[in-house]
C-alpha cells in the first residue's frame, strides 16, 4: 500500500461522508412535516417510542441527527426526558439499515441478475436517474429525490474505493500484525469508540470495517468488539451538542451513553463468556460485509431487548450523574438545534406562533371585557401577556429568518414566509389591547364616562370584535381556509360599525347629549379597534395565500372587494344583521 492508496481511501471517505450528507439533508426534505406528525403521536407506550425512534433516523439516515433533534426538543421543552429513551433505543435499531446496504460491496456471483445488486454496477444508473430529474423536473420534491439518488450513488461509490484502496493491505505482513493487537477486546472498543468518535459518523465507520473486511485480514474476533465500540463512538455528536443547553437536555446524551455502554458491557460479557465455554469455532475465522451489518443489527436489537424494561432506571441514573440544582430550569422558546432539521423547526415554529395566537386573543377579550369595569387584575393580565408576546414574536422572528437561510422545501419556505407575516400581527394585537385598556384607566382616573347608548354601540362592536378574533385563530390553528374566508366580511362588518358608532357621537354632540372631551377618547377607542381587525384580516389573507401559494395578498382582497361574490354578500349580510346598533 502506497501513498497514492491512502489519498485513494482518504477520497473515498470523503465521497462517502458526502454522499452520506447529501442523502440524508433530502431525505429529511421528503419527510417533510412527517416528522412532527411522529413525534405528536409520542406517547408513554415504549414499543411505539421504539418504532418511532427507528422510522425517524431511517428517514433522515443518522442516529447521530435523531438524537441531537431529541437534545433540541428536551431542551424547549417540547419533550420530556422519559419520553426520550424509547426514541433513543428504536434510532440504533434504525441505523442499523445503513451497514446493510453497504454489505452489497461485497456480492460475488456470475449471475447477472445478482450481480447488478453491487454498487458498483448499480450505482452509476441510479446517479443518472437522479441527475436526469434534477435537471429536468420542475417539481421541487422530484428534484430532491433525484438528489437522494445522487447522493446514494456518491455514497456507494466512496465505499468502493475504499475498498479499493485498502485491498493491498490483505499482502501486507506489517498490517497482519498490527492486526493481532486488536484480538484485545478492549482495545478493540476502545478504537472503535475514537475513530467512530472522530469523524462522528458510525456509518462511516462500520463501512470503512466493511470494506476492511472485503480484505480477508478482519476476523470476528476482532470485529465484534469495534462494532461494539463504533456505537458508544457515536455519542460524541450528542455529547457535542448538549454543550450549554438544560440539566434535563444534557441527561438525554447521558442516556444515549448509558445505552450504549450498558450494552456493550452486557453483550461483550455474554459473547466471551459463551466463548469460554462453548468455544466458538467462527471467532478465528474471517468477517465478511454481511456478517458485520448482522452483528450491529443484532447487537443493538439485543440491547434494546435487555435494556427498554429497565427505561425508567436509566432516567433515574441519567439524573444522578447529572443532579438537580436548586436553581429553577427554564426552557427556551426554540433551540436552535431545531435547524439542523428544518421540517421539524418549521413545525415547532408554527407550534410557538399558535400559542401567539391564542395569547392575543385571550389579551384583546380580557381587555375588551374590563374597559367599562377597569381593574388592576385585568390590567396586569393583559400586561403581562403582552410582554410575553413580544419577546415571543422577538425571539420567534429571529429564528425564523435564521431558519429561512437553510434549505428548506417550496412548503416548508412558504410556512416560514406566513408566520413571519401572522407573528406580528399577533403581536400588535396584543399592542392594541393594552392601548384600549389604557384608554379606560385614563377614563376612570379622570372620572369621564360614556353614555349608555354609546356603552350599548361599544358592547356591540366588541362582541364583533370577540368574534373575528376567534374565527382568526381556529383558521389559523386549524389551517382552515374556509373559516378564514368568514374574517374579511365581518372585517367590513366592523369598519362599518366604527364609522356609525364616530357618526352617532358628532350627532349626540350636536345635541349637546355628550361632552366634548370624551371625542378623543371615543376616537382612539375606534381607532385600535379598527386596527385589531385590519390584523385579523392580514392573518386571514396569509393562511389562504399559504393554501393558494401563487396567489397575491393585495390583489386577494382587491378582487374580493371589486367582485363581491355571493358568498361574501352573503356573509357581510348574515354579520350585518347580527352586529346591528340600536337606534337612537
Known amino acids: 500500500m502506497n501513498i497514492f492508496s491512502i489519498c485513494t481511501l482518504c477520497g473515498g471517505l470523503a465521497f462517502f461522508l458526502f454522499g452520506m450528507h447529501v442523502m440524508s439533508k433530502s431525505l429529511e426534505k421528503i419527510a417533510g412535516g412527517k416528522l412532527e406528525a411522529a413525534l405528536k403521536k409520542m406517547t408513554s ?12 433516523t431511517i428517514a433522515v439516515q443518522s442516529s447521530s441527527a435523531m438524537t441531537v433533534m431529541l437534545v433540541g426538543l428536551v431542551n424547549s421543552g417540547i419533550m420530556k426526558l422519559e419520553q426520550t429513551v424509547g426514541v433513543i433505543m428504536g434510532s440504533n435499531i434504525g441505523t442499523t439499515l445503513t451497514a446493510w446496504l453497504l454489505s452489497t460491496a461485497g456480492i460475488k456471483s456470475d449471475n447477472v441478475l445478482i450481480s447488478m445488486l453491487k454498487p458498483e454496477n448499480f450505482a452509476p444508473i441510479v446517479a443518472l436517474i437522479g441527475i436526469i430529474m434534477i435537471m429536468m423536473s420542475k417539481k421541487k420534491k422530484r428534484q430532491d429525490i433525484g438528489t437522494i439518488m445522487v447522493g446514494f450513488s456518491v455514497l456507494m461509490y466512496g465505499m468502493e474505493q475504499m475498498k479499493d484502496a485498502v485491498s493491498p493491505l490483505a499482502e501486507m505482513e506489517g498490517f497482519t500484525k498490527l492486526l493481532t493487537a486488536f484480538e484485545n477486546p478492549l482495545l478493540s472498543v476502545t478504537f472503535g469508540a475514537l ?11 462500520v463501512g470503512i470495517l466493511q470494506a476492511l473486511s472485503l480484505t480477508g485480514t478482519i476476523s470476528y474476533r476482532m470485529a465484534i468488539p469495534i462494532i461494539m465500540g463504533q456505537n458508544i463512538g457515536t455519542c460524541v455528536t450528542a455529547l457535542l451538542s448538549s ?10 446524551s447521558v442516556v444515549h451513553m448509558l445505552f450504549n455502554f450498558i450494552g456493550t458491557i452486557i453483550c461483550l460479557t455474554i459473547f466471551y463468556g459463551l466463548n469460554t465455554i462453548i468455544h466458538f469455532s467462527f471467532v478465528d475465522k474471517p468477517i465478511g460485509a454481511v456478517e458485520i451489518a448482522a452483528i450491529h443489527s443484532i447487537f443493538n436489537i439485543v440491547t434494546t431487548l435487555i435494556l427498554l424494561p429497565f427505561t425508567d432506571q436509566l432516567v433515574k441514573l441519567a439524573n444522578r450523574i447529572i443532579p ?3 436553581e429553577k430550569e427554564t426552557h427556551v422558546l426554540l433551540d436552535k438545534r431545531l435547524i439542523s432539521t428544518p421540517p421539524l423547526a418549521v413545525s415547532q415554529c408554527r407550534e410557538r406562533t399558535v400559542e401567539m395566537a391564542a395569547g392575543a386573543k385571550d389579551a384583546l377579550q380580557e381587555a375588551l371585557t374590563a374597559m367599562f369595569d377597569i381593574n388592576e387584575k385585568a390590567v396586569q393580565s393583559v400586561e403581562e401577556k403582552e410582554q410575553m408576546l413580544d419577546e415571543m414574536e422577538d425571539r420567534l422572528s429571529t429564528f425564523l429568518l435564521e431558519l429561512s437561510s437553510v434549505s428548506l422545501t417550496d412548503s416548508d419556505s412558504r410556512i416560514v414566509t406566513e408566520l413571519l407575516h401572522c407573528i406580528s400581527d399577533f403581536e400588535r394585537i396584543s399592542d392594541h389591547a393594552i392601548n384600549m385598556i389604557e384608554i379606560g ?9 360614556f353614555s349608555a347608548n354609546a356603552k350599548a354601540d ?24 374556509a373559516t378564514a374566508f368568514k374574517v374579511e366580511p365581518l372585517e367590513e362588518v366592523i369598519d362599518d360599525l366604527t364609522k356609525t358608532i364616530r357618526d352617532k357621537h358628532i350627532a349626540r354632540l350636536r345635541k349637546g347629549e355628550c361632552r366634548p372631551e370624551l371625542g378623543v377618547y371615543l376616537s382612539d377607542l375606534l381607532i385600535n379597534c379598527e386596527r385589531v381587525s385590519d390584523h385579523c384580516s392580514n392573518i386571514a389573507v396569509s393562511i389562504i395565500q399559504i393554501s393558494k401559494s401563487n396567489m397575491n395578498s393585495h390583489n386577494y382582497l382587491s378582487g374580493l372587494k371589486a367582485e363581491r361574490s355571493p358568498q361574501f354578500i352573503k356573509s357581510y349580510a348574515a354579520y350585518g344583521k347580527k352586529y346591528r346598533l340600536a337606534a337612537e
Open 45 to 56: 407506550n415504549p414499543f411505539k417510542s421504539l418504532a418511532l425512534g427507528a422510522g425517524i
Open 195 to 205: 475513530f467512530t468518535g472522530v469523524i462522528q459518523s458510525s456509518a462511516a465507520s
Open 243 to 252: 454543550i450549554g443547553v438544560s440539566k434535563n437536555a444534557k441527561r438525554v
Open 324 to 326: 438537580n440544582t436548586l
Open 441 to 449: 384607566q385614563e377614563m376612570k382616573q379622570s372620572g369621564q364616562e
Open 458 to 481: 361599544f358592547s356591540t362592536l366588541f362582541a364583533a370584535l370577540i368574534e373575528i378574533s376567534e374565527m382568526t385563530v381556529t383558521s389559523f390553528s386549524e389551517e382552515n381556509t
